[in-house]
């Protein structure tokens, strides 16, 4: 398919020509397998996700299977595309993504839901999966969203929870015995009932009961699992990783190298849903870290080598780690970048490091304003954390720290708000400790805050979220207390959060406003410039469904949540006592300290806990 003539007219170009150093060529005539592992946001954002960079890699080195890259088109592409009625289309060979053995979608956040079904009616394929032909693409997800799959149960032929790399192979191999059988459809999807960590939401039956809670959720396929566990990788310095990243030909999100150097996480904050469901931790070895850092050093040419993991400094060999990357790095110029430092394990020795080639900002998380509010959610730092950390940076010559909090979280009053405040002005004073003659002349603090969103398959996953109002009168009294000119103030558009917050936790009466939602207009909602509130409020009220059912009430223990027939590794036991301690502002010690009985290391048959 030739897509020249809508490139001439489009802003960037390059965001759809596909022919970047590293990325993979194939002949599709030759191929067994044709997967369109399709990312629902711009390039820019796509090209940035490491799942992406590791399956897609994964996927090519079988030599019968071709996976091809396809992200949204940016409005000024798509409305070439209608006008000039060329499908969806797969960067590699500008193939029509309807042609493809699968359309794959990796779901990172819930506004990104609108982009799906955009992309699948722009690719010309039947939205709902009941209506879906025999020679159509079977349409399969995964990612973090997929914890919750039902408001995408309609669209979606079946769900890889959990760690992809072997789960998607076993998916492959079930293919391949299927096509060759020559049987139905139908028959493939059965087949997928037998791969654990596989979720085929058609041969599960909801009810509801009259107050639109759910009665029953139940298989109706004697194979069907009655809880489908995620699936998780034991050993991760045997699994694939790729050392030949693709270099885009512009500039995107996060434009450089990364290094996963485990997941999991041992804290146990109670409103994140990455610190829950990526349990266990599992570490790579530093050995692995370093070949793999020279063999990506080699390939790409990034003047950046970012650390990737969900808290940084907690993993065991950092020392070995960072000193050998050092090594690799600082004759070449290459910045070493390691986010997701917590502050209580912020040193000198680490910044040294980061700054060791350029100096980047340093972003700080407290989350709370009081350290009652931090129990509360377990976060399991401090103020004199926060004030150490802030005077190691500004001795160290940093002059911008950026402070990242959220709002809205449960038992908050406006003392946590007002203690927000009062601590930007304290790190300000850290500034100012510093001897004139040693410290960054430029002063920047940055308070941040995000509006707290109810996760599935965390403590929190059965507290009532804050409405719009109540947020917007949240965001402006915490305005009112920052009086320092030394401190600017940015927050998150409440309305979006609220919107986050019903698909989230959201069920199958869900998949009626996106599919409403999509004919209205809505897409890349996650951008500011397109999020239509009203638009939104307008698919719900035409889809018969009220948006703050799924947000605005407490639920109870014992309702049947639509997440409830996915074992993420926590379990309901372990978070419902993690829900009564927050009440209780009572903290639970990291996973090193003392093992809480989270019931990962039962549920996952074997998983290791760290």
């Given at each position: 398919?030739?897509?020249?003539?809508?490139?001439?007219?489009?802003?960037?170009?390059?965001?759809?020509?596909?022919?970047?150093?590293?990325?993979?060529?194939?002949?599709?005539?030759?191929?067994?397998?044709?997967?369109?592992?399709?990312?629902?946001?711009?390039?820019?954002?796509?090209?940035?996700?490491?799942?992406?960079?590791?399956?897609?890699?994964?996927?090519?080195?079988?030599?019968?299977?071709?996976?091809?890259?396809?992200?949204?088109?940016?409005?000024?592409?798509?409305?070439?595309?209608?006008?000039?009625?060329?499908?969806?289309?797969?960067?590699?060979?500008?193939?029509?993504?309807?042609?493809?053995?699968?359309?794959?979608?990796?779901?990172?956040?819930?506004?990104?839901?609108?982009?799906?079904?955009?992309?699948?009616?722009?690719?010309?394929?039947?939205?709902?999966?009941?209506?879906?032909?025999?020679?159509?693409?079977?349409?399969?997800?995964?990612?973090?969203?997929?914890?919750?799959?039902?408001?995408?149960?309609?669209?979606?032929?079946?769900?890889?929870?959990?760690?992809?790399?072997?789960?998607?192979?076993?998916?492959?191999?079930?293919?391949?015995?299927?096509?060759?059988?020559?049987?139905?459809?139908?028959?493939?999807?059965?087949?997928?009932?037998?791969?654990?960590?596989?979720?085929?939401?058609?041969?599960?039956?909801?009810?509801?009961?009259?107050?639109?809670?759910?009665?029953?959720?139940?298989?109706?396929?004697?194979?069907?699992?009655?809880?489908?566990?995620?699936?998780?990788?034991?050993?991760?310095?045997?699994?694939?990783?790729?050392?030949?990243?693709?270099?885009?030909?512009?500039?995107?999100?996060?434009?450089?190298?990364?290094?996963?150097?485990?997941?999991?996480?041992?804290r146990g904050c109670r409103f994140c849903q990455a610190?829950?469901?990526?349990?266990?931790?599992?570490?790579?070895?530093?050995?692995?870290?370093?070949?793999?850092?020279?063999?990506?050093?080699?390939?790409?040419?990034?003047?950046?080598?970012?650390?990737?993991?969900?808290?940084?400094?907690?993993?065991?060999?950092?020392?070995?780690?960072?000193?050998?990357?050092?090594?690799?790095?600082?004759?070449?110029?290459?910045?070493?970048?390691?986010?997701?430092?917590?502050?209580?394990?912020?040193?000198?020795?680490?910044?040294?490091?980061?700054?060791?080639?350029?100096?980047?900002?340093?972003?700080?998380?407290?989350?709370?304003?009081?350290?009652?509010?931090?129990?509360?959610?377990?976060?399991?730092?401090?103020?004199?954390?926060?004030?150490?950390?802030?005077?190691?940076?500004?001795?160290?010559?940093?002059?911008?720290?950026?402070?990242?909090?959220?709002?809205?979280?449960?038992?908050?009053?406006?003392?946590?708000?007002?203690?927000?405040?009062?601590?930007?002005?304290?790190?300000?004073?850290?500034?100012?400790?510093?001897?004139?003659?040693?410290?960054?002349?430029?002063?920047?603090?940055?308070?941040?805050?995000?509006?707290?969103?109810?996760?599935?398959?965390?403590?929190?996953?059965?507290?009532?979220?804050?409405?719009?109002?109540?947020?917007?009168?949240?965001?402006?009294?915490?305005?009112?207390?920052?009086?320092?000119?030394?401190?600017?103030?940015?927050?998150?558009?409440?309305?979006?959060?609220?919107?986050?917050?019903?698909?989230?936790?959201?069920?199958?009466?869900?998949?009626?406003?996106?599919?409403?939602?999509?004919?209205?207009?809505?897409?890349?909602?996650?951008?500011?410039?397109?999020?239509?509130?009203?638009?939104?409020?307008?698919?719900?009220?035409?889809?018969?469904?009220?948006?703050?059912?799924?947000?605005?009430?407490?639920?109870?223990?014992?309702?049947?949540?639509?997440?409830?027939?996915?074992?993420?590794?926590?379990?309901?036991?372990?978070?419902?006592?993690?829900?009564?301690?927050?009440?209780?502002?009572?903290?639970?010690?990291?996973?090193?300290?003392?093992?809480?009985?989270?019931?990962?290391?039962?549920?996952?048959?074997g998983g290791h806990c760290g």
């Open positions: 398919m030739n897509i020249d003539r809508l490139l001439a007219r489009v802003q960037k170009p390059t965001r759809y020509i596909g022919t970047e150093f590293n990325s993979v060529h194939k002949n599709p005539e030759e191929m067994a397998i044709r997967f369109a592992f399709c990312f629902p946001d711009v390039y820019e954002v796509g090209m940035s996700h490491l799942g992406m960079k590791i399956l897609y890699h994964l996927l090519n080195r079988e030599e019968d299977i071709y996976c091809e890259r396809v992200f949204a088109p940016w409005v000024d592409m798509e409305e070439e595309m209608r006008k000039e009625g060329v499908p969806l289309f797969s960067l590699e060979t500008t193939s029509p993504v309807a042609d493809f053995d699968f359309v794959g979608f990796t779901l990172q956040y819930e506004m990104s839901f609108s982009n799906i079904i955009n992309m699948l009616d722009l690719a010309g394929i039947s939205l709902y999966s009941s209506e879906r032909k025999e020679d159509e693409p079977f349409v399969c997800c995964g990612g973090p969203c997929a914890y919750n799959p039902e408001p995408l149960a309609d669209f979606v032929d079946f769900f890889m929870l959990g760690e992809g790399e072997e789960v998607m192979l076993e998916v492959m191999d079930a293919y391949r015995k299927w096509k060759a059988s020559g049987a139905p459809r139908r028959a493939f999807l059965e087949s997928l009932l037998l791969v654990p960590g596989v979720y085929v939401p058609c041969f599960y039956d909801v009810t509801y009961n009259d107050d639109g809670t759910i009665a029953s959720f139940l298989a109706n396929h004697p194979s069907a699992p009655k809880t489908i566990t995620k699936r998780i990788i034991h050993d991760l310095d045997k699994v694939i990783y790729p050392d030949n990243f693709i270099v885009p030909f512009m500039e995107i999100v996060h434009d450089r190298m990364m290094l996963e150097v485990f997941r999991g996480c041992i610190g829950m469901v990526y349990r266990p931790v599992r570490e790579k070895s530093a050995k692995t870290l370093l070949d793999c850092a020279q063999k990506l050093i080699d390939s790409t040419g990034y003047e950046e080598l970012s650390i990737s993991s969900l808290s940084t400094s907690d993993y065991t060999e950092l020392k070995e780690l960072t000193d050998g990357l050092l090594d690799l790095t600082e004759e070449k110029k290459i910045s070493l970048s390691l986010p997701s430092l917590r502050l209580d394990n912020f040193s000198m020795e680490l910044m040294q490091k980061v700054q060791k080639v350029r100096k980047s900002g340093l972003t700080f998380a407290p989350e709370a304003g009081t350290q009652r509010l931090r129990d509360v959610i377990n976060k399991g730092v401090t103020e004199e954390d926060l004030l150490r950390a802030a005077s190691i940076a500004f001795g160290g010559g940093y002059g911008g720290v950026k402070l990242y909090f959220m709002m809205g979280l449960p038992t908050e009053t406006n003392e946590d708000l007002a203690g927000i405040a009062k601590l930007a002005e304290k790190v300000v004073e850290c500034y100012f400790a510093v001897p004139k003659e040693q410290r960054n002349k430029n002063l920047k603090v940055t308070v941040s805050t995000s509006s707290f969103v109810p996760k599935p398959h965390t403590p929190f996953q059965w507290v009532r979220q804050n409405d719009v109002d109540e947020l917007l009168e949240k965001q402006n009294f915490l305005k009112g207390q920052i009086t320092s000119k030394r401190v600017s103030y940015n927050w998150h558009e409440a309305k979006l959060s609220v919107l986050e917050g019903v698909f989230a936790r959201g069920d199958r009466k869900l998949s009626k406003v996106l599919a409403c939602a999509q004919k209205l207009g809505a897409r890349f909602d996650g951008w500011h410039e397109f999020f239509d509130w009203d638009l939104w409020m307008d698919a719900f009220r035409k889809a018969g469904v009220d948006p703050y059912f799924y947000n605005l009430r407490e639920r109870s223990y014992d309702e049947i949540l639509p997440w409830d027939h996915i074992n993420a590794g926590p379990s309901k036991e372990f978070l419902m006592r993690e829900n009564e301690k927050a009440k209780r502002a009572e903290v639970t010690p990291n996973c090193r300290e003392k093992c809480a009985g989270c019931g990962v290391n039962v549920s996952l048959g």
